[in-house]
């Protein structure tokens, strides 16, 4: 469901007002990609976990979200209403009333990289990069590796993993319709032999990211762990909603549209924030 109209913006806030769970993407949904929340949506998502679960699923790992959002939350928030599934749902972090603890999904063979694909991987993208356009600005490394107990996603990050905020307008500008990515990932599949391409999925997400997974491992795997867990038992799936930024067939959080029956398409946080703070 897009934001396109007042009556489908009516629509979706009534949607969130009368769930009692929401699923959410991090980068572009909540925080702006790989940076820390703005204040104002950290008291707006404070304010939701008084009377609401939030599930905040994301294929970057536990540390990149307690630096970027976690930590900024204010005192007094109920954390019990939170849950955090890093590397896409393969670990599930919850409050025990004093720390953070978490439960790891028992990874499947068919889930993992196995080095030969991963140094084929690598090498295919960064022989797509040389042939596409070499970035300007790189910050930090370009590709990141999405470890649990194995590797089980590669994050491909145009402008770097780690972009400072003056620069943050350099990712926001630079692939609005989503067509440098797809081009990019066109390529990247060139160099890559075709049985693989049989086996790995290419994902759009955030503002400059491309995610490579194993084909059956993605947001909705997630998202079914958290469920089949008895941590919130009884849930329906009439009673969930997911919001994110990359809707589309090819985005990561198209997926989550496979389990939940309701998925909000936002274009930023402000989207969100805006939406949070009517329910």
């Known amino acids: 469901i897009s934001l396109s109209s007042q009556d489908s913006e009516t629509y979706c806030i009534q949607l969130l007002d009368n769930t009692g769970v929401i699923f959410s993407d991090l ?15 950290a008291v707006e998502i404070s304010r939701l976990l008084a009377k609401k679960q ?6 970057g790992l536990f540390q990149t979200i307690k630096k970027n959002l976690l930590d900024w939350l204010p005192p007094g928030t109920n954390f019990s209403n939170l849950t955090f599934l890093p590397i896409l749902g393969n670990e599930i972090w919850l409050y025990n009333s004093i720390s953070w603890e978490y439960e790891l ?28 356009w070499h970035p300007d600005h790189l910050f930090g490394d370009m590709i990141e590796k999405r470890w649990s107990r194995s590797v ?11 972009v400072p905020k003056k620069y943050e307008h350099l990712k926001k500008e630079w692939d609005i319709s989503r067509s440098k990515r797809t081009g990019l990932i066109e390529l990247i599949k060139s160099y890559i032999p075709p049985h693989m391409l049989e086996v790995y999925d290419f994902q759009i997400g955030g503002s400059t990211s491309i995610d490579i997974i194993k084909k059956w491992f993605d947001k909705s795997t997630g998202i079914k762990h958290y469920l089949s867990s008895d941590i919130h038992p009884g849930i329906d799936k009439k009673d969930m909603v997911a919001i994110g930024d990359s809707c589309d067939i090819n985005g990561n959080d198209y997926p989550m549209s496979k389990v939940v029956s309701n998925l909000i398409h936002v274009l930023s946080p402000d989207d969100t924030y805006q939406l949070f703070s009517k329910i």
């Open 152 to 162: 089980l996603s590669i994050s491909v990050s145009y402008f770097g993993q780690t």
């Open 105 to 132: 999904f028992s990874e499947k063979k068919e889930a993992v990289m196995g080095m030969e694909d991963i140094q084929i991987l690598e090498d295919a993208i960064e022989k797509a990069i040389n042939n596409f």
């Open 27 to 41: 980068d572009e949904t909540l925080i702006p990609s790989k940076t820390i929340i703005s204040p104002d949506m």
């Open 54 to 59: 939030i599930v905040v699923i994301t294929g």
